[in-house]
């Protein structure tokens, strides 16, 4: 079975953790965040990702929450949806993103090294500048069945 047809289906996600040179982590959307990846067989890739205990809005008309609201709601909430392809010579998934809550990611590659091991998939980014260090992130995944 190729590489991509292991990745496809629905993923869970265990953890989320910054890693930084010196080998420090932090998990950006605390310690138990939730998450759900997504890869189709037509190719397509989705990723939703939050931090659990986000503040509740005072309203349910989301053009009515203030300002501290809409602050939690975007901190804690991160997706993005596009097409993927697998390079198994390099080891990477690539995520070609088509839209984006953090809009500076739309029309970006998102390049990730995979490691597959039975219903578990950890993926990392390459370090970048991230949060005043250069840093890589960490997620892994498991299947959700």
Known sequence: MSVRDSL???????SFDFVR???ATAQPYGDRPQGQLLYTPEGRMGVHI?????????TDDWTEA????????????????GSFTVDEE???????VELAS?????????????????DDLTLRAAPRF?????TSTRLVWE???
């Not at 496809?8 to 265990?14: A, M």
């Not at 939050?50 to 005072?58: G, I, K, M, T, Y």
């Not at 203030?66 to 997706?79: D, K, N, P, Y």
């Open 21 to 23: 040179e010196d080998g």
């Open 102 to 118: 953090w809009m500076n990611q739309e029309g970006t590659r998102q390049v990730r090294s995979y490691e597959l091991a039975g």
């Open 8 to 14: 496809l289906g629905s993923w869970n996600l265990i």
């Open 50 to 58: 939050q931090r659990r205990n986000r503040l509740v809005a005072h």
């Open 130 to 134: 991230l949060a005043g260090a250069m």
């Open 66 to 81: 203030t300002l501290q609201e809409i602050e939690s709601a975007f901190r804690g909430f991160i997706a993005y949806a």
């Open 90 to 96: 390099q080891g990477c998934v690539y995520h070609d």
């Open 143 to 145: 299947r959700l069945r």
